[in-house]
């Protein structure tokens, strides 16, 4: 992954894509992804439930169909590797092994949430999991990874920011002035793009001059890659030699995740700007949950039963944390003052 | 007459505008395609069409600062900034640039723009997305900054600000985009620099602007019948140019002002407002001027905590009635 091959590589991409199939998962491997990501999907279905119900309030972002993404990449992590993200970030927050109750139960505005019912469903931290935020603004926390990578260059840590962004924001300024620091300063952050093909109501090809993501830090010197991020382990394949990148002191890596997001843009998004056909072949030929379930079954490393089981168990989390996030009891009053100041 | 919500209000003010004067552009982030994402500009792409209603990507500097590009050249944009929470994201254009160009050019350089953005909270979208700051643009010489309450006010001052040869920064609310009201047909055309007295009474005047305008008036509905307190309710809509006119005058005739303001306290709206009046009226005054405001926090998400932390009907009434009885 020379920086020379930047632009070949991100070129190649598509063609990569479809004709390169990414190493195979051992069945652990397995079996964790489709657990972790099932986690994630139940969840925001129960979150999107929930919504319905009247139960949380405010924006609601889901991330169903997304979740090889943040699952994948989370594999080739080490402790004290950083996260951060934008407001679509429930399954971020669980990827990087925050509690279920915690996430719903701040969705909820009640005393148990992450924030306590401060921060909501798109402002939501844990220091101790190394997830910062979690961020309304769209594209503030490109700058902010970028940092959290200064930080860890500065401490001579090994670790690496993993800073996620979306299509849409990749047309914000702060991102290309980000590039250009961590180039310069060579900070060990992957700039994980993440391409579910709309920002809002808005395609790719109708808010971006030039589409393919991948190539956007090629003036500033950065590689990137293409990547299919419906495919888990094409994610984990290609999170791992970002990381290594970054680790041995190559600088910032873009990785830019073609992915989709099955729900509109929030729970109040009818999303009438894409058609129901193209949703459906995603969900039915492209589904990052199912890929995983096809090969356990096809190399018989698992059995109906078996991935049942786990979908038992995982809805039983979930149960727990809508159950824990409608009984818990309201913020008290003087909560509005506090962690205003230090 | 018709009745009108505040959201179609927006999409009528900004047609007629583009419909009189072809140098009127708009654009903004889903404005055109998807009609906004409050759906306060449904329709304008069918009538006006793709080069006047402009859908743009998420690239808040580069909006305003073509919009002023264009004005500089005669233009007259109209940009969307959907939340103005993310006025900070583009604030050089509305703090440096904009209100800057004719004074730095000796008059040449003209900024004939309006920026329209959805304000305030009661939504429960959270610290990042809720805030009034209606007050970081009145801070700064050469902005012109309007809030009205009601949809016919939301026509009518639209029209005064395309036609306002400065740069004009007008909020609307987020939670009055459902809200309707009686607008008259055909051309209706505002003042900028206008309060209106939206209802007279005698005992207080309560100064109050956008969402804060109903509660106000509930208020003051409440403090008649409950407590036989008769206040007058002044819409401010205008905060530069300020109808000081109207203010003093009401003042001067209740002899007690109130102030009912979205934004955190400290330097809100209001503060500048008790600082003119007390120059200015002092010995009109029968007490001290009460400001009733968000305190001085970021927005929560919660929805309780979020209603507690707003100016509620209850607050105002409680904090007038303790008041003018003190
Ligand atoms: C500075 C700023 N501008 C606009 C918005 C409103 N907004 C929120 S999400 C969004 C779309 C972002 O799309 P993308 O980056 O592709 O992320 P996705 O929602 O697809 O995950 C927009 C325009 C915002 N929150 N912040
Ligand atoms: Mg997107």
Known sequence: MAIASNKAAAQSGSARRETEVPPDLTKDQEIAAFRDMLLIRRFEEKAGQLYGMGLIGGFCHLYIGQEAVVVGMQMSLKAGDQVITGYRDHGHMLACGMESRGVMAELTGRRGGYSKGKGGSMHMFSVEKSFYGGHGIVGAQVPLGTGLAFANKYRGNDNVSLTYFGDGAANQGQVYESFNMAKLWNLPVIYIIENNQYGMGTAVARASATTTLATRGSAHGIPGESVDGMDVRAVKAVGEKAVKWCRDGNGPIILEMMTYRYRGHSMSDPAKYRTKEEVDKYRTERDPIEQVRARLLAKKLSSDEALKKIDTEVRAIVNDAAEFATNDAEPDASELYTDVYA | MAELTYRDAVARGIA????????????????????????????????????????TPISEQAILGAAMGAAMTGLKPIAEIMFSDFFAVCFDYIANEFPKSRYMSNGQLKCPLVVRTGNGAGSRFGAQHSQSVENWCMMIPGLKVVAPSNPRDVIG??????????????????????????????????R???????????????????LMVPRALAAAEKLKSEHGIDCEVVDVRSLVPLDTQTILGSVARTHRMFTVEENPRLCGWGAELASIVADEAFYDLDGPIVRITTPHIPLPAADLLEDIALPSVERIVDRVNKSMNA
Do not use: N
């Open chain 2, 16 to 55: 007629q505008e583009m419909e009189r004067d072809p140098d009127v552009v708009f654009l903004g982030e889903d404005v055109a395609g998807a009609g906004g994402v409050f759906k306060a500009t449904v329709g304008l792409l069918d009538k006006f069409g793709p080069l006047r209603v402009r859908d």
């Open chain 2, 192 to 210: 900028l620099g206008t309060a209106t007295i939206a209802r007279p009474g005698k005992d207080a005047t309560i100064l109050a602007l956008a």
């Open chain 2, 157 to 190: 001052l639209m029209a005064a600000a395309v036609r306002d040869p400065d740069p004009v920064i007008f909020f609307e609310h987020k939670s009055l985009y459902a809200t309707k009201g009686e607008v008259p047909d055909g051309e209706i055309v505002d």
